[in-house]
């Protein structure tokens, strides 16, 4: 059965019970239940399949954490054409970038932002057509197999973010692992799932399928009460939720209060982490506060549809390995370790991971890389990624070590370095940029921009929130620096490229 298959049925089954619910700041508290979501869906992707007919172009669905995003992206794989999700952290000049990229014929907004493109779809507009058409979408339109359900863009070197396609198969091949983790047998259970990251992060797609694939309750946790402690902890009781899928990094902002414990949470069986290194501290730290629950380590990027490697963190576990494993590889897929020149590496040594199978991308949207590829195990010819991680292999278990090239991950968030200097480069008043990650106890803590400027600095402080200002009208706001450096020249090496080494060497 495919999962929107699944979900319809759940419209049968469990109609009442809450697909979504978002409890914001100010404990407004909105909520879908599974027969609205199918029924609106249905009505919705009745409407985009009358209005587009032939233009199956994908279609960006605008907005934050609201139950109506749920909708959007249902009716858009029900009428056939994939999702794009934009999360309002997203600057309008970005959002713009991935409007042209998609050449998405319509974008459907859930937040009441003003958004100055033709064609945009606001929430009661959206609700207007679900009110007045009685008309559903058959299931001949539905997105399929090798389709594709959904894009997420990603930050992208060139200054651009990068689409990543992903298909129903490769979603279908994750969510059907995605829920044996743990190995709870969740699908007799009604489960509650904690979603931390927004929709546009591809770890929420973790949270969110998984959730209507079991049919349980997606509780959302706005960006809002993620930066209110009172809010985040009065949220997550109220979830009263038994599984929590988050960063490590969010994991630490739950824990650094002591009230975050199994009297807080109860129910909790399962916490389910990717995206970052998992700190010994942080998972014994969860063993310790919830002694019923498991903590789960997968590895994976954006491009293999979120995760392609689980590790149970046991007390054992923690004795065994400083830094954690991240695990095995799920069924389905491959990982190999690789040199440069593409040999395979034996068990031990450290070199590319290069993830092969069931749930590899096709590919970027409009962008051929030679990241990408196919290779046969077996008899089974698979997707191919070079993920640009460096890793090895140890006791059966995959070890990742940091990044071949300049892409980090700052708070959970990954982030293309040079992503960050071409927009700096954007603003007419920088003549040079180089942007260096600072690290504190091994996980980078904050960024520092060096910059050559065209005018006379007076005061940095004012000339910063100059440039600040100037960026965050491209950039989301957890990609803007946090220091800024101004120099006359930034320093270069014998071979005339910029001598990072020397730059770090300031902020140590
Ligand atoms: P994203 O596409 O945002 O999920 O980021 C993918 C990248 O995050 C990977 O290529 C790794 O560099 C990093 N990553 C993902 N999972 C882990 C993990 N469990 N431990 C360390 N790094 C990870």
């Not at 904690?194 to 949270?207: H, T």
């Not at 975050?260 to 998992?278: A, H, Q, V």
């Not at 963190?313 to 830094?323: A, C, F, R, W």
């Not at 409009?366 to 089974?380: D, E, L, T, Y």
Request: with cysteine; glycine share 6%; hydrophobic share 40%.
């Amino acid at each position: 059965m495919s999962i929107i298959e699944k979900i319809n049925l759940y419209a049968k089954t469990r109609s009442n019970v809450v697909a979504c619910y978002n409890y914001s700041h100010d404990q407004v508290v909105q909520s879908l239940t599974y027969k609205e979501l199918v029924d609106f869906s249905d009505k919705l992707g009745f409407y985009l399949q009358k209005t587009l007919g032939d233009n199956k172009n994908p279609i960006v669905v605008y907005g934050h954490k609201n139950p109506y995003m749920l909708v959007c992206f249902l009716a858009c794989v029900k009428s056939g054409r994939a999702y794009v999700p934009v999360d309002i952290s997203v600057p309008k000049e970005r959002v713009k970038d991935i409007v042209d990229a998609t050449n998405t014929p319509l974008v459907l907004c859930t937040e009441s932002t003003e958004l100055l493109f033709d064609n945009v779809i606001h929430l009661d507009e959206i609700k207007d057509i679900i009110n007045v058409t009685d008309k559903k979408i058959t299931s001949d339109y539905y997105v399929k197999a090798e389709d594709i359900f959904y894009i997420i863009f990603t930050s992208g070197s060139t200054g651009n973010p990068k689409g990543v396609r992903i298909t129903e198969q490769c979603l279908i091949n994750f969510i059907r692992w995605a829920v044996t983790l743990g190995e709870k047998n969740f699908a007799d259970k009604q489960v509650t799932i904690i979603n931390q990251a927004p929709f546009s992060f591809d770890l929420s797609v973790m949270d969110l399928y998984m959730s209507l694939y079991l049919g349980g309750t997606l509780w959302c946790l706005e960006k809002s009460a993620q930066s209110n402690y009172g809010v985040m902890y009065e949220s997550l009781k109220k979830s009263n939720a038994n599984i929590m899928v988050s960063t490590p990094s969010f994991a630490n902002l739950c824990l650094s209060g002591d009230v975050f414990d199994k009297n807080l949470m109860p129910k909790m069986e399962l916490f389910l982490f990717c995206g970052e290194t998992l700190p010994n501290s942080t998972a014994k730290q969860l063993l310790d506060r919830f002694p019923k629950a498991n903590v789960i380590n997968t590895y994976g990027p954006t491009e293999s549809t979120v995760a392609v490697t689980e590790i149970d963190v046991t007390h054992e576990i923690l004795k065994g390995y400083n830094p954690l494993p991240v695990g095995e590889v799920k069924p389905g897929t491959h990982i190999f370790i690789q040199d440069e020149s593409g040999n395979l590496l034996p068990e031990g040594d450290k070199g590319e991971i290069v993830i092969v199978g069931d749930t590899v991308s096709p590919g970027y949207l409009n962008a051929p890389n030679i990241s990408f590829s196919k290779k046969k195990v077996g008899k089974k010819l698979y997707r191919s990624y070079r993920t640009g991680d460096k890793g090895y292999i140890k006791d059966g278990y995959i070890f990742y070590c940091g990044r071949m090239d300049s892409q980090i991950k700052l708070h959970g968030y990954r982030i293309e370095i040079e992503d960050i200097e071409n927009n700096l480069q954007k603003l007419p008043i920088i003549k040079n940029a180089a942007v260096i990650p600072v690290e504190n106890s091994g996980a980078i803590d904050y960024l520092v921009a060096f910059v050559v400027v065209d005018f006379e600095v007076e005061s940095s402080l004012k000339a910063s929130v100059v440039i600040k200002k100037g960026l965050q009208r491209f950039l989301p706001q957890y990609m803007v620096p946090k220091k800024f450096v101004f120099k006359d020249a930034l320093p270069i090496t014998d071979r005339g490229k910029i001598d990072r080494r020397k730059l770090k060497e300031e902020v140590a």
